[in-house]
Structure formats: C-alpha cells, structure tokens
C-alpha cells in the first residue's frame, strides 16, 4: 500500500526557513511525478511545488517563486521541499501528492496519492 509521510513542518519567524520532506513506499518513486500542496484554515487546497518524475522539469505557483525549491532523492524515495524567506500567508497544512502520471499536474484531482499533511506556522 503506498504511503506518503511528511515531516519538517513547524513554527517559524517571517524571513526564516524550513525545509519539508515527504517519504514514500509501497510504489516504484522513481516513476511518479510529485507535487506540493497546502491548506490555510477556510480555503482551498493550492498548488505550491511540482517535479517531474525525472526531476528535470519543476514548477511554481507565483506565491512561492524564488522563495521555495522542490527536489527529489530518488535513491531515499523522498522529495523535498525548501522554504526560504517564509511569509505570514505561506501558513497552511502542507501535503505531499503523487500521480501516476510521468507528467505532473496543477490541481488536487491530478494525484493519486496523499501525505496526511505538515503544518507550518510562520509568525510576523
């Protein structure tokens, strides 16, 4: 059965940084696409991060542009998620996804697979 399992979240002062990480098992990692979500209280599940399978194409929402930087290990099944220079409004529940796909996608029906979410709390 696959499972994805976030870590790295916590509270952070605005400018600060973390670094978020999700491991997978239970799939063949080096053939999914893997993209990076969040959730702020009373809002909608946004794209944040996404990496192709091969990790040679990666994209951004505007939001997070320069700031974040999405890798993958493929030889530690896991893919990672640097945050620099965070933000009040970066605060959110982030989750890990996984598709299929060898093509990544923008929305939350592109993915078959779910972390159960890191939350991050950046403080002004």
């Known amino acids: 059965q696959v499972q994805l399992v976030e870590s790295g979240g916590g509270l952070v002062q605005a400018g600060g940084s973390l670094r978020l990480s999700c491991a997978a098992s239970g799939l063949t990692f080096s053939a999914y696409s893997l993209g990076w979500f969040r959730q702020a209280p009373g809002k909608e599940r946004e794209f944040v991060a996404a990496?192709?399978?091969?990790?040679?194409?990666?994209d951004y929402a505007d939001s997070v542009k320069g700031r974040f930087t999405i890798s993958r290990d493929n030889a530690k099944n896991t893919v990672y998620l640097q945050m620099n220079s965070l933000k009040p409004e970066d605060t959110a529940v982030y989750y890990c996804?996984?598709?299929?796909?060898?093509?990544?996608?923008?929305?939350?029906?592109?993915?078959?697979?779910w972390g159960q979410g890191t939350q991050v709390t950046v403080s002004s």
């Open positions: 990496i192709k399978y091969n990790g040679r194409r990666t």
């Open positions: 996804a996984a598709t299929e796909s060898i093509y990544f996608g923008y929305r939350t029906y592109d993915y078959n697979y």
